[in-house]
């Protein structure tokens, strides 16, 4: 069965570090693989998503994910991160454009100055 | 264009009661999924509904059902409440059905069962 495991709960980092928030799912097929992101007293917005094709997928506001299938992880990675990026992000995965989509329990980013 | 809107947004209720939540999709999206997020489990899929029909189903009791009407508007219902089901529910709908049509999520309705 198909399972999302976010290894950090929480991250805090300082205002134009690198960060990266870690994801790695569970799957014997293909799938395809999102990032979203819940702004404080927000809704849950799609912030990339892998499909197919090129394994590096780019958000407009700076952060990236790879897909590396032999590592089966999707890690979102940002180089300079802002105050304006504190927020909850979460990593689904669902197998096939048919399937649901699983979340992983989320990793709580913030920001500090 | 008007983003996805739940109804209500804040609900309290008794165990054993059932409750009603709506979801009103984005317009010309026909696909609504619904999702449960507590602190414990996390964000669960639930079920998605395409034209009326639900398509999915996620790994939940019968206790919890939901229908989609004509405009694409979605019930989902929970009977028979207990205190686990305190819970923000999610709605999200896309303009098909399928995962890799981008989901818009709503803004949730916030459960409390006491």
């Known amino acids: 069965a198909q399972s999302v495991t976010q290894l950090d709960s929480q991250v805090p980092v300082f205002e134009e570090a690198p960060v990266e928030l870690r994801c790695n799912y569970s799957?014997?097929?293909?799938?395809?693989l999102f990032w979203y992101v819940q702004y404080p007293n927000q809704g849950l917005q799609l912030l990339l998503k892998?499909?197919?094709?090129?394994?590096l997928v780019e958000s407009i506001n700076g952060f990236e994910a790879e897909f590396n299938k032999s590592q089966t992880s999707f890690h979102l990675r940002k180089p300079s991160v802002h105050i304006s990026d504190t927020a909850e992000y979460f990593c689904?995965?669902?197998?096939?454009?048919?399937?649901?989509?699983?979340f992983g329990k989320g990793t709580k980013l913030s920001v500090k100055p | 264009k008007a983003g996805v809107t739940q109804t209500p947004r804040y609900l309290i209720k008794t165990r054993g009661q059932q409750v009603t939540l709506s979801c009103s999709p984005i317009?010309?999206?026909?696909?609504v999924s619904w999702y449960q997020q507590t602190p414990g489990q996390g964000l669960q899929f639930l079920f998605e509904?395409?034209?009326?029909?639900?398509?999915n189903k996620g790994n939940f009791p019968g206790r919890f059902s939901g229908r989609q009407f004509s405009n694409s508007r979605s019930e989902m219902n929970v009977s028979t409440l207990e205190l686990g089901d305190s819970a923000l529910y999610l709605c999200?709908?896309?303009?098909?059905?399928?995962?890799?049509?981008?989901?818009?999520f709503g803004p949730g309705t916030r459960l409390t069962v006491l």
């Open positions: 892998y499909l197919s094709g090129s394994t």
């Open positions: 317009s010309g999206h026909r696909s």
């Open positions: 799957s014997s097929v293909s799938v395809y």
């Open positions: 999200a709908s896309s303009l098909v059905w399928g995962v890799h049509n981008e989901q818009f």
């Open positions: 509904y395409f034209s009326e029909t639900q398509r």
């Open positions: 689904a995965v669902s197998e096939g454009s048919q399937g649901n989509l699983i």
